[in-house]
Protein backbone atom coordinates (compact mmCIF):
# COMPACT_ATOMS: atom_id res chain seq x y z
CA UNK A 1 0.00 0.00 0.00
CA UNK A 2 1.47 3.44 -1.08
CA UNK A 3 -1.34 5.76 0.10
CA UNK A 4 -0.81 9.35 0.43
CA UNK A 5 -1.10 10.68 3.77
CA UNK A 6 -2.32 13.91 2.38
CA UNK A 7 -4.70 14.53 -0.74
CA UNK A 8 -5.67 17.50 -2.83
CA UNK A 9 -9.43 18.01 -3.99
CA UNK A 10 -10.42 20.38 -6.68
CA UNK A 11 -13.88 20.89 -6.07
CA UNK A 12 -15.16 21.37 -9.87
CA UNK A 13 -18.59 21.87 -9.13
CA UNK A 14 -18.94 25.42 -9.83
CA UNK A 15 -17.52 25.02 -13.51
CA UNK A 16 -18.42 21.27 -14.60
CA UNK A 17 -21.67 21.11 -12.71
CA UNK A 18 -23.23 24.48 -12.71
CA UNK A 19 -22.54 24.77 -16.86
CA UNK A 20 -24.70 20.88 -17.03
CA UNK A 21 -27.49 22.81 -15.27
CA UNK A 22 -30.27 24.54 -17.89
CA UNK A 23 -31.67 27.37 -15.73
CA UNK A 24 -29.58 30.07 -14.62
CA UNK A 25 -27.88 30.42 -11.24
CA UNK A 26 -28.02 33.84 -10.01
CA UNK A 27 -24.18 35.10 -10.07
CA UNK A 28 -24.22 36.18 -6.26
CA UNK A 29 -25.54 32.34 -5.39
CA UNK A 30 -22.51 31.08 -7.44
CA UNK A 31 -20.66 33.34 -5.20
CA UNK A 32 -21.77 32.33 -1.70
CA UNK A 33 -21.47 28.44 -2.74
CA UNK A 34 -17.95 29.27 -3.83
CA UNK A 35 -17.15 31.43 -0.51
CA UNK A 36 -18.59 28.40 1.61
CA UNK A 37 -16.67 25.62 0.08
CA UNK A 38 -13.63 28.15 0.78
CA UNK A 39 -15.06 27.96 4.06
CA UNK A 40 -15.41 24.52 4.59
CA UNK A 41 -11.84 23.82 3.46
CA UNK A 42 -11.83 23.12 -0.27
CA UNK A 43 -8.42 24.27 -0.89
CA UNK A 44 -8.88 24.72 -5.09
CA UNK A 45 -11.50 25.12 -6.96
CA UNK A 46 -12.61 25.67 -10.48
CA UNK A 47 -14.85 28.71 -10.06
CA UNK A 48 -15.88 29.15 -13.23
CA UNK A 49 -14.59 29.17 -17.07
CA UNK A 50 -13.72 31.64 -19.83
CA UNK A 51 -14.92 29.70 -22.53
CA UNK A 52 -17.33 32.18 -24.76
CA UNK A 53 -20.38 33.19 -23.11
CA UNK A 54 -22.43 32.34 -26.24
CA UNK A 55 -21.29 28.67 -25.99
CA UNK A 56 -22.04 28.22 -22.17
CA UNK A 57 -24.12 31.35 -21.03
CA UNK A 58 -24.45 29.72 -17.53
CA UNK A 59 -20.74 31.01 -16.98
CA UNK A 60 -20.83 34.14 -18.85
CA UNK A 61 -20.68 35.74 -15.58
CA UNK A 62 -16.68 34.41 -15.40
CA UNK A 63 -15.53 38.01 -14.82
CA UNK A 64 -17.73 38.83 -12.04
CA UNK A 65 -17.70 35.91 -10.20
CA UNK A 66 -13.90 36.04 -9.83
CA UNK A 67 -14.29 39.33 -9.20
CA UNK A 68 -16.77 39.31 -5.68
CA UNK A 69 -15.42 36.03 -4.34
CA UNK A 70 -13.74 36.07 -0.89
CA UNK A 71 -10.18 35.71 -1.99
CA UNK A 72 -8.83 36.05 1.50
CA UNK A 73 -8.61 32.68 2.68
CA UNK A 74 -6.28 31.19 -0.20
CA UNK A 75 -7.81 28.70 -2.07
CA UNK A 76 -6.52 28.11 -5.52
CA UNK A 77 -9.33 29.57 -7.58
CA UNK A 78 -8.52 28.04 -10.98
CA UNK A 79 -10.54 29.02 -14.51
CA UNK A 80 -11.30 27.12 -17.53
CA UNK A 81 -9.47 28.87 -20.56
CA UNK A 82 -10.18 27.50 -24.21
CA UNK A 83 -7.50 29.99 -25.84
CA UNK A 84 -5.55 32.87 -26.23
CA UNK A 85 -8.84 35.44 -26.32
CA UNK A 86 -10.00 33.45 -22.92
CA UNK A 87 -6.68 33.38 -21.13
CA UNK A 88 -5.93 37.10 -21.71
CA UNK A 89 -9.90 37.22 -20.31
CA UNK A 90 -8.86 34.97 -17.02
CA UNK A 91 -5.87 36.98 -16.57
CA UNK A 92 -8.05 40.39 -16.49
CA UNK A 93 -9.76 38.99 -13.80
CA UNK A 94 -7.45 37.97 -11.52
CA UNK A 95 -7.68 33.73 -11.57
CA UNK A 96 -4.85 32.33 -9.59
CA UNK A 97 -4.56 29.47 -12.58
CA UNK A 98 -5.89 28.58 -15.53
CA UNK A 99 -6.55 25.50 -16.67
CA UNK A 100 -6.47 24.45 -20.47
CA UNK A 101 -8.18 21.29 -22.06
CA UNK A 102 -7.79 18.38 -24.74
CA UNK A 103 -9.24 15.38 -26.01
CA UNK A 104 -7.15 12.00 -25.73
CA UNK A 105 -9.26 11.05 -29.07
CA UNK A 106 -9.43 13.24 -32.28
CA UNK A 107 -13.14 12.34 -32.74
CA UNK A 108 -13.96 13.89 -29.03
CA UNK A 109 -11.37 16.67 -29.49
CA UNK A 110 -13.38 17.81 -32.97
CA UNK A 111 -16.59 17.17 -31.65
CA UNK A 112 -15.70 19.38 -28.15
CA UNK A 113 -13.72 22.33 -29.90
CA UNK A 114 -13.69 21.32 -33.91
CA UNK A 115 -9.88 21.20 -33.75
CA UNK A 116 -7.30 18.05 -34.26
CA UNK A 117 -5.67 17.40 -31.07
CA UNK A 118 -2.46 19.05 -32.41
CA UNK A 119 -4.35 22.05 -33.29
CA UNK A 120 -4.96 22.39 -29.77
CA UNK A 121 -1.82 21.80 -28.08
CA UNK A 122 0.00 24.26 -30.77
CA UNK A 123 -2.93 27.00 -29.25
CA UNK A 124 -1.92 26.35 -25.59
CA UNK A 125 1.16 28.27 -26.69
CA UNK A 126 -0.16 31.30 -26.80
CA UNK A 127 -2.07 30.65 -23.67
CA UNK A 128 1.08 29.69 -21.92
CA UNK A 129 2.59 33.10 -23.07
CA UNK A 130 -0.43 35.27 -21.89
CA UNK A 131 -0.28 33.12 -18.40
CA UNK A 132 3.24 33.38 -18.16
CA UNK A 133 3.16 37.01 -18.43
CA UNK A 134 0.84 37.64 -15.50
CA UNK A 135 2.59 35.32 -13.58
CA UNK A 136 0.02 32.40 -13.73
CA UNK A 137 0.50 28.80 -13.53
CA UNK A 138 -1.28 26.65 -16.37
CA UNK A 139 -2.57 23.15 -15.66
CA UNK A 140 -3.91 20.93 -18.33
CA UNK A 141 -7.09 18.46 -18.61
CA UNK A 142 -7.12 15.34 -20.93
CA UNK A 143 -10.44 14.55 -21.55
CA UNK A 144 -11.94 11.09 -22.15
CA UNK A 145 -8.57 10.03 -21.25
CA UNK A 146 -9.75 6.73 -19.78
CA UNK A 147 -11.73 5.94 -23.67
CA UNK A 148 -13.89 7.83 -25.99
CA UNK A 149 -17.43 7.29 -26.74
CA UNK A 150 -16.87 7.33 -30.13
CA UNK A 151 -13.78 5.37 -31.01
CA UNK A 152 -13.59 3.20 -27.58
CA UNK A 153 -10.51 2.52 -26.13
CA UNK A 154 -7.54 5.47 -25.95
CA UNK A 155 -4.42 4.07 -25.72
CA UNK A 156 -2.48 5.25 -22.23
CA UNK A 157 0.89 6.25 -24.24
CA UNK A 158 -1.29 8.73 -26.06
CA UNK A 159 -2.23 10.21 -22.65
CA UNK A 160 1.15 9.61 -21.79
CA UNK A 161 2.24 11.90 -25.06
CA UNK A 162 0.32 14.71 -24.47
CA UNK A 163 1.18 15.21 -20.59
CA UNK A 164 4.98 15.13 -22.04
CA UNK A 165 3.74 18.27 -24.41
CA UNK A 166 2.10 19.62 -21.04
CA UNK A 167 5.62 19.07 -19.29
CA UNK A 168 7.32 20.69 -22.31
CA UNK A 169 4.94 24.11 -22.12
CA UNK A 170 5.72 24.24 -19.07
CA UNK A 171 2.42 23.61 -17.18
CA UNK A 172 2.02 22.49 -13.47
CA UNK A 173 0.14 19.75 -13.96
CA UNK A 174 -2.03 17.24 -16.31
CA UNK A 175 -5.59 15.96 -15.02
CA UNK A 176 -6.81 12.75 -16.32
CA UNK A 177 -10.88 13.37 -17.35
CA UNK A 178 -12.88 10.39 -17.35
CA UNK A 179 -15.76 12.53 -19.28
CA UNK A 180 -17.83 9.93 -19.91
CA UNK A 181 -17.41 7.30 -17.56
CA UNK A 182 -15.06 4.60 -19.06
CA UNK A 183 -12.64 4.39 -16.06
CA UNK A 184 -11.73 1.26 -15.08
CA UNK A 185 -8.92 0.38 -12.04
CA UNK A 186 -6.82 -1.61 -14.50
CA UNK A 187 -7.30 1.65 -16.74
CA UNK A 188 -6.27 3.85 -14.11
CA UNK A 189 -3.47 2.01 -13.31
CA UNK A 190 -1.99 2.08 -17.19
CA UNK A 191 -2.77 5.42 -17.52
CA UNK A 192 -0.74 6.45 -14.74
CA UNK A 193 2.10 4.61 -15.57
CA UNK A 194 2.12 5.42 -18.63
CA UNK A 195 2.22 10.09 -17.70
CA UNK A 196 4.73 9.78 -15.03
CA UNK A 197 6.69 7.90 -17.75
CA UNK A 198 6.48 10.08 -20.35
CA UNK A 199 6.04 13.82 -18.14
CA UNK A 200 7.64 12.36 -14.71
CA UNK A 201 8.22 16.46 -13.55
CA UNK A 202 4.24 16.89 -14.03
CA UNK A 203 1.56 17.04 -11.23
CA UNK A 204 -0.90 14.55 -11.73
CA UNK A 205 -4.15 14.80 -10.51
CA UNK A 206 -7.75 12.36 -11.18
CA UNK A 207 -11.26 13.34 -12.65
CA UNK A 208 -13.29 10.31 -12.43
CA UNK A 209 -17.27 10.25 -13.34
CA UNK A 210 -19.41 7.59 -11.62
CA UNK A 211 -21.64 7.03 -14.87
CA UNK A 212 -21.37 3.37 -14.47
CA UNK A 213 -21.22 3.35 -10.77
CA UNK A 214 -17.52 3.26 -9.52
CA UNK A 215 -15.96 6.46 -9.53
CA UNK A 216 -14.41 5.71 -6.19
CA UNK A 217 -13.27 2.49 -7.05
CA UNK A 218 -11.13 4.09 -9.34
CA UNK A 219 -10.25 6.67 -6.77
CA UNK A 220 -9.15 3.70 -4.66
CA UNK A 221 -6.73 2.26 -7.80
CA UNK A 222 -5.23 5.88 -7.78
CA UNK A 223 -4.69 5.90 -4.12
CA UNK A 224 -2.73 2.45 -4.33
CA UNK A 225 -0.77 3.99 -7.53
CA UNK A 226 0.08 7.00 -4.38
CA UNK A 227 -2.10 9.50 -6.83
CA UNK A 228 -2.96 12.86 -3.85
CA UNK A 229 -5.13 14.91 -6.84
CA UNK A 230 -8.66 14.36 -7.21
CA UNK A 231 -11.36 16.19 -8.70
CA UNK A 232 -15.16 16.19 -7.88
CA UNK A 233 -17.90 18.10 -7.66
CA UNK A 234 -19.89 19.00 -4.43
CA UNK A 235 -23.46 16.94 -4.34
CA UNK A 236 -22.36 15.00 -7.75
CA UNK A 237 -23.44 18.04 -9.48
CA UNK A 238 -22.76 17.89 -13.36
CA UNK A 239 -24.63 15.13 -15.74
CA UNK A 240 -23.06 13.25 -18.50
CA UNK A 241 -23.46 14.64 -21.81
CA UNK A 242 -23.99 11.20 -23.78
CA UNK A 243 -26.37 10.01 -21.01
CA UNK A 244 -28.79 12.12 -19.98
CA UNK A 245 -30.09 10.56 -16.85
CA UNK A 246 -26.68 8.94 -15.79
CA UNK A 247 -24.56 10.92 -13.01
CA UNK A 248 -21.85 13.01 -14.11
CA UNK A 249 -18.76 13.98 -11.28
CA UNK A 250 -17.87 11.87 -8.11
CA UNK A 251 -19.12 13.67 -5.41
CA UNK A 252 -16.77 15.64 -3.01
CA UNK A 253 -17.98 14.67 0.22
CA UNK A 254 -18.32 11.09 -0.65
CA UNK A 255 -14.74 11.72 -2.06
CA UNK A 256 -13.95 13.07 1.33
CA UNK A 257 -15.60 10.75 3.41
CA UNK A 258 -13.84 7.83 1.49
CA UNK A 259 -10.26 9.66 1.82
CA UNK A 260 -11.00 10.22 5.00
CA UNK A 261 -11.88 6.98 6.37
CA UNK A 262 -8.69 5.85 4.58
CA UNK A 263 -6.67 8.01 6.92
CA UNK A 264 -5.64 10.35 3.98
CA UNK A 265 -6.20 13.59 5.33
CA UNK A 266 -8.16 16.28 2.98
CA UNK A 267 -8.14 19.51 5.24
CA UNK A 268 -12.37 19.26 4.31
CA UNK A 269 -15.15 19.91 6.74
CA UNK A 270 -17.08 16.54 5.77
CA UNK A 271 -20.27 18.00 7.58
CA UNK A 272 -19.93 21.74 6.91
CA UNK A 273 -19.87 20.56 3.19
CA UNK A 274 -22.83 17.93 3.08
CA UNK A 275 -25.04 21.19 4.57
CA UNK A 276 -23.27 23.18 1.42
CA UNK A 277 -24.91 20.13 -0.74
CA UNK A 278 -27.94 19.53 0.29
CA UNK A 279 -28.10 23.40 0.08
CA UNK A 280 -27.49 23.08 -3.68
CA UNK A 281 -29.70 20.30 -4.27
CA UNK A 282 -32.41 22.87 -3.40
CA UNK A 283 -30.87 25.66 -5.28
CA UNK A 284 -30.93 23.58 -8.17
CA UNK A 285 -34.34 21.98 -7.63
CA UNK A 286 -33.74 18.40 -8.68
CA UNK A 287 -32.11 15.66 -6.82
CA UNK A 288 -28.90 15.39 -6.60
CA UNK A 289 -26.69 12.11 -6.55
CA UNK A 290 -24.33 12.33 -3.49
CA UNK A 291 -24.89 10.09 -0.42
CA UNK A 292 -23.07 11.13 2.31
CA UNK A 293 -25.43 14.21 1.79
CA UNK A 294 -28.57 11.96 2.25
CA UNK A 295 -27.24 9.48 4.95
CA UNK A 296 -24.98 11.47 7.08
CA UNK A 297 -21.63 10.41 8.70
CA UNK A 298 -21.38 6.63 9.65
CA UNK A 299 -21.49 7.24 13.29
CA UNK A 300 -24.37 9.51 13.45
CA UNK A 301 -26.00 8.00 15.63
CA UNK A 302 -29.97 7.54 15.95
CA UNK A 303 -32.12 7.07 18.51
CA UNK A 304 -33.73 3.62 19.18
CA UNK A 305 -37.18 5.57 19.51
CA UNK A 306 -36.64 7.06 16.37
CA UNK A 307 -37.11 4.31 14.32
CA UNK A 308 -39.70 1.68 13.88
CA UNK A 309 -38.08 -2.30 13.70
CA UNK A 310 -39.82 -4.20 10.85
CA UNK A 311 -41.27 -7.39 12.82
CA UNK A 312 -39.86 -10.84 11.16
ZN1 LIG B 1 -16.29 16.19 -14.92
Known amino acids: MNHPLHAQITEVGPRDGFQAERDFIPTAQKIEFINRLVDAGVPRLEATSFV ?5 PQLADAAEVMRDVDRSRGAVLAALVPNKRGALR ?8 MVVFVSASESHNRK ?14 DVARVAGEAGIPVSGAISVAFGCPFEGDVAPARVGEIAS ?6 FVSASLGDTTGMATPPLVAA ?3 AVREA ?35 FGGIGGCPFAPKATGNICTEDLVYLLEEMGVDTGIDLRKLAAIACD ?15 AGLRLDLHSM ?3 RVAEG
Do not use: C, W
Open 52 to 56: SPRAV
Open 112 to 125: NVNREIEESLVGFE
Open 191 to 193: SVS
Open 90 to 97: AAEAGVDE
Open 165 to 170: RFQELG
Open 280 to 294: LEAAVGHELPGQIMK
Open 199 to 233: APGLGLGLHFHNTRGIGLANVMAGLELGVDKYESS
Open 305 to 307: DSV
